[in-house]
């Protein structure tokens, strides 16, 4: 993709995940997630449409190691959907580390997508949980809305912003990750990996410098 340049009808943002468990100091935090709040505050001043997801979990969530009898955070486990990765407790519903970042601005956000709230079922996706089956309704809401191309910012790159993006480019949104406005857990090299499926799949990967 050439250097995309803005199209305040048809361009999107969405900001995933900028919670504070996710950043320094939270439950799963990830190194640098504070760092890219000023990155997105930046790049969503400049778009129509911003859109927000927001992880955001019951306390019995199958998620939690804590739910799960000697689990431990990034075990995997099988559930009737498939592999789930366990973490530690996070994003609980109502909590200070489900909300967003302080410093991150939401007032011009349209449409805040929550996920995950089912104790059954986890979800990375803002399309799909993970089941790979079970929509949100935000491509509903895209396509209703003339909304043709995404751009993903947020935590994590490896896990939600990079399930969120693939499901994006395969249901025939334009999609670009903006790499320096995304922050990795990184796990066994789990961020290589999620680039390496991104390139081959179609998403763009490009610096915020490169938006116009
Ligand atoms: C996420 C792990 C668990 C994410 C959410 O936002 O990437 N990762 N829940
Ligand atoms: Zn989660």
Known sequence: MSD???????????????????CPGGALAVDRGDAIVPVINDLSARFA???LTQD???????????????GAPFDTVEMPYGAQTLWPDHCVQGTRGADFHGH????????????????EIDS?????ENDRKTPTGLTGYLRERGLTRLFFAGIATDVCVAYSALDSQAQGFETVVVEDACAAIDHDSSLDTAVRQMDMQGVALLPSTSIR
Not at 104 to 119: M, Q, T, W
């Open 49 to 51: 449409h911003v859109l």
């Open 56 to 70: 955001w979990h019951p306390r019995n969530h199958t998620s939690f190691a804590s739910n799960h009898r000697g």
């Open 104 to 119: 991150l601005n939401v007032e011009r956000a349209e449409l805040v997508i929550r996920k995950g709230f089912r104790s």
């Open 4 to 22: 995309p340049v803005i199209d305040r009808h048809s361009d999107a943002l969405i900001v995933v995940d900028v919670q504070n468990d996710f």
């Open 124 to 128: 990375y996706s803002a399309f799909f």
